[in-house]
């Protein structure tokens, strides 16, 4: 069964500081990955996708196939970024069906 | 207005009790999805659905029926409610590769 690790149940830092959220995730195939945001009080959001090669509110998600991981990365941390992230890579080649990690919650300290 | 709403934003229920979990969307998707959120879980799919002809089970979908009634309706039921059913209930649908999921705001459900 595929599989979605995300080893740190929470993760604080203080503003300006460098963030890494990692993620890590069991497939065989060529996978499709997201990460989604929840903000206090507010529904889960489409943050970024590995395939367009975004960046959005500064955050980047490298694909590496080699460690099977796809990590989340913020350079400086903005306390606005304290929220609940997930990586979800799908369950079975395809967009369809994602399944979701267990979540790390980034606290940004002023 | 929201595109994604459910019904209720909380309920408590009785051990036993049958209750209904409405999921409605206004984006034209054809795929819905439910989801449960536990504490140190994530988010776990119940059942899913890729058109009103079309229902499958996801992970965890002991306990659990859904019916869909139209494109935009998906609903989620629990027969006889128990409460380790006690969780956050997430309602979803996809369109485009490049929208992702669009949620609802969750179901905040409370089995006593």
């Known amino acids: 069964a595929q599989r979605v690790t995300q080893p740190e149940k929470l993760l604080s830092v203080f503003k300006g500081a460098p963030v890494e959220l990692k993620c890590n995730y069991s497939?065989?195939?060529?996978?499709?990955l997201f990460w989604y945001v929840q903000y206090s009080r507010q529904r889960l959001q489409l943050l970024l996708r590995?395939?367009s090669r975004e960046s959005i509110k500064g955050f980047t998600a490298d694909l590496n196939k080699g460690e099977t991981s796809f990590h989340l990365k913020k350079p400086f941390a903005q306390e606005e970024d304290s929220a609940m992230y997930y990586c979800?890579?799908?369950?079975?080649?395809?967009?369809?069906?994602?399944?979701f990690g267990a979540g790390t919650r980034l606290a940004v300290h002023p | 207005d929201a595109d994604v709403t459910q019904t209720p934003r909380n309920r408590i229920t009785k051990t036993g009790k049958r209750i209904m979990l409405e999921c409605s969307q206004t984006?034209?998707?054809?795929?819905m999805y439910w989801y449960r959120q536990d504490p140190g879980l994530g988010l776990r799919l119940i059942y899913y659905?890729?058109?009103?002809?079309?229902?499958n089970k996801g992970e965890i979908s002991d306990g659990y029926s859904v019916s869909r009634q139209a494109q935009a309706k998906f609903s989620l039921s629990l027969e006889s409610a128990i409460p380790n059913q006690t969780a956050l209930y997430f309602c979803?649908?996809?369109?485009?590769?490049?929208?992702?999921?669009?949620f609802g705001s969750g179901t905040r459900l409370t089995v006593v």
């Open positions: 984006k034209g998707h054809d795929r």
């Open positions: 979800a890579p799908p369950f079975s080649g395809g967009y369809n069906k994602l399944i």
């Open positions: 659905s890729f058109d009103v002809k079309d229902i």
């Open positions: 497939y065989s195939g060529s996978p499709e």
């Open positions: 979803a649908t996809s369109g485009d590769r490049r929208d992702g999921y669009t």
């Open positions: 590995h395939i």
